[in-house]
């Protein structure tokens, strides 16, 4: 599409900068108050949806009904002091209520989490049920903490799974939006990509950018950066949800915070497609935007290289139960909380990075990985995506793993099997990185202390522990905590070790914005006419998560300020 065909005979009343999530919510709600909208990205129709596509589906509800059918008792309050004590908001400024120029960065983003929190409680579950979208009936636990009540974590389970994963949390959005472009009101771009804001007294009022030559590649494979013409483009209102820097590696490093949680890793891979390239908010400060907490970000490290890759440095990330004993690159133990898998994401990473590695090991059991592992991605879960009742029976209670899970043992660069220690511990050493060479007695003896606290009910290993603690849930117990039992223990066998590598994903830092979403200039003032929404704002207000995510927090993030935008557009 060119230029010029986009703008014949169609004035809008905003220009959407990005076709994710956020962007189709943004769109959705704006266009139920009448309005046009142009919505504008730099891939093809075929990534309608951006990475939301790709995700498992994962929402954050409070005291939900699925909650109370599974016997968990949570609430507003709690789940406020969860955030708070995850997030650790410690750039407020000396004056909270100032929103002017001494205000810190975590002025708006701090509200914004009090309102998401609020909005997860509330009408969330409303308003995405109204749009056709449903939960399964089971709720994961996600991030269960740092050991402390009033620290990082989620106190009880709240990770409630789209039943349809990602694509059906797009596609409740994309099919109104889709409706409204056969009536007229929305009009796609694809191939256009934003290279600057016009912005005219002091208000922006449009675009400017490059049509990149046409593309028919399959969702999330990497496309051409060929420029075929230029474009320029003006509406009242320009929305910003271009997404986040996940696989921007270079400004992941520029911004990495070292002095937090260690070196930058050598070794990445990426969770997102090769477009999420972080360029608009460059684009938006140079605007006058103001950008907050860049040093702020989400990766994961339970990454594992992708045998099947869509995208370059494809990764996929395990969900992991608390089960596998995790040690760090030299073999040495994992300690405290942040020893559990699925605990505490940042304080394993702290751990992790201390080594001068980017990289560590789970060591597990065949009964582990066939109840504790899933994988990150719809792609990864066909059952839940294609709504199959049939083949969930089969892959989730059937025996043995997924067939996915399967599938990266057998071909998965990161997997070693054996049926002994010594073999087990000699496969991991070919692939260790960086000459690093582990030693098999020492890892004999942490596990064998480790498996004689597994002969009572009652323990003081702290990992154990949590094994106990995540089997009293009910889906733990059901789906997704093995029963304790002995690593060593041929029963269980054979053996696996998994190497895990650092995964690009999340950007908590962004574009500041007001509750409206409306951008916020350095001394504190609105932007007339520019929003932002999503990944590219934190999630709203510039970081809604503070230093830490509770999990399910993003695709919520991004409908909820995706909404704000939406409808201040409709507003006028």
């Known amino acids: 599409m060119s230029a010029g065909s986009v703008e014949q005979g169609f004035e809008p009343d905003a220009i959407v900068v990005g076709a994710g999530l956020a962007g189709l919510v943004a769109t959705y709600e704006a266009t139920r108050a009448g309005k046009k909208v142009l919505v504008l990205d730099q891939e093809n129709r075929a990534n309608l949806g951006g990475q939301a596509h790709w995700s498992l589906g994962g929402l954050f509800f409070v005291d939900s009904p699925e909650q109370r059918r599974m016997g968990i008792k949570d609430s507003a309050e709690l789940a406020w002091q969860d955030w708070q004590g995850s997030a650790a908001f410690d750039r407020i400024g000396s004056d909270p209520d100032d929103a002017g120029p001494e205000r810190g960065e975590d002025h708006w983003g701090s509200r914004w989490a009090r309102a998401y929190v609020d909005f997860a409680a509330g009408e969330k579950r409303a308003y995405l049920r109204e749009l056709g979208l449903r939960s399964l009936t089971f709720v994961g636990w996600a991030e269960r903490g740092d050991g402390s009540a009033s620290g990082h974590g989620n106190s009880v389970p709240r990770f409630h799974l789209t039943w349809g994963t990602g694509p059906e949390v797009v596609r409740v959005f994309l099919e109104p939006v889709e409706a409204a472009e056969a009536a007229g009101l929305v009009r796609f771009a694809f191939r256009h990509r934003v290279d600057d804001l ?47 820097i996940g696989h921007n590696f270079e400004l992941m490093r520029a911004n990495w915070p070292t002095d937090r949680v260690g070196p930058a890793p050598e070794h990445m891979i990426a969770g997102v497609p090769a477009h999420v390239d972080g360029r608009m908010l460059a684009i938006t400060e140079a605007a006058g935007a103001n950008l907050v907490n860049k040093d702020r970000m989400w990766a994961y490290v339970e990454g594992i290289h992708n045998w099947d890759p869509v995208w370059p440095d494809h990764a996929i990330r395990i969900l992991p139960g608390p089960s596998s004993m995790w040690f760090d690159a030299d073999g040495h133990r994992l300690t405290g909380m942040s020893g559990v898998p699925g605990a505490d994401s940042i304080g394993s990473m702290k ?15 065949q009964s582990i990985i066939e109840k504790e592992f899933a994988l990150s991605g719809s792609e990864q879960n066909p059952d839940w995506t294609e709504k199959d009742v049939k083949m969930m029976l089969k892959e989730r209670l059937g025996k043995g793993a997924t067939s996915p899970v399967e599938a990266f043992k057998e071909h998965g660069s990161d997997f070693v099997v054996a049926s002994s220690l010594d073999e087990l511990v000699a496969g991991m050493n070919r692939i260790a990185r960086g000459g690093r060479v582990l030693d098999v007695e020492v890892l004999r003896k942490q596990i064998e202390d480790r498996d004689r606290q597994i002969d009572n009910a009652y323990c003081k290993d702290a990992q154990v522990m949590a094994i106990h603690n995540g089997r009293k849930d009910r889906t733990g117990k059901i789906m997704r905590v093995a029963k304790p039992h002995k690593i060593l223990d041929p029963a269980h066998g054979p053996l696996i070790a998994v190497r895990l590598n650092i995964l690009s994903r999340k950007t908590l830092g962004g574009i500041e914005t007001n509750l409206d979403s409306q951008v916020v200039r350095p001394d504190g003032s609105p932007f007339p006419g520019l929003y932002a929404a999503g990944e590219v704002a934190g999630f709203g207000g510039g970081g809604v998560h503070g230093y830490n995510a509770l999990e399910g927090t993003f695709l919520g993030g991004c409908i909820f300020s995706g909404r704000a935008a939406g409808r201040t557009v409709a507003r006028g």
């Open 198 to 244: 016009i912005v005219e007294d002091g208000a922006c009022v449009g675009v400017r950018g490059s049509v990149l030559e046409p593309s028919d590649l399959a969702r999330g494979e990497k496309s051409s950066r060929e420029v075929v013409s230029a474009f320029s483009l003006r509406a009242p209102a320009v929305v910003v949800t271009s997404g986040g």
């Open 351 to 365: 751990q992790i990075l201390a080594t001068g590695a980017d990289y560590s090991w789970f060591v597990l059991t």
